[in-house]
């Protein structure tokens, strides 16, 4: 059940990603530098994102406390990899996104 866990893990960060990245690829279509488009992405995106997480978080908090062998661990997988990706997305992957920025037409 745990690695069920981390493949809904993998989906949650994925669109994590894809709504950071999407939105920084449109303020620099709208003619914004790169580093103004990650900062301004980076801003605006954060507190959906965060909310994001804490709602998914909040949900699995109830699965994660019972007493059931089977489910518990598949929310303690995703509660704690919720938390270390949703930390890890604010540095990584605007780090990523300046190093291999992708061309904009």
Known sequence: MA???LIA??????????????FTNQLRREGKTLDEAIREAGELRF???????????GGM????LSDNPLISPLA??????LVSSTLLSRL??????KLLPPKIV
């Open 61 to 64: 908090l109830p699965i994660a």
């Open 9 to 22: 893990l993998a989906g949650i960060e994925v669109k994590n990603t894809i709504l950071l990245v999407d």
């Open 92 to 97: 990584v992957t605007p780090v990523v996104y």
């Open 47 to 57: 507190l959906p994102i965060i909310l994001t997480s804490l709602t998914a978080i």
């Open 3 to 5: 690695t069920i866990g």
């Open 76 to 81: 303690i997988v995703i509660i704690g990899g």
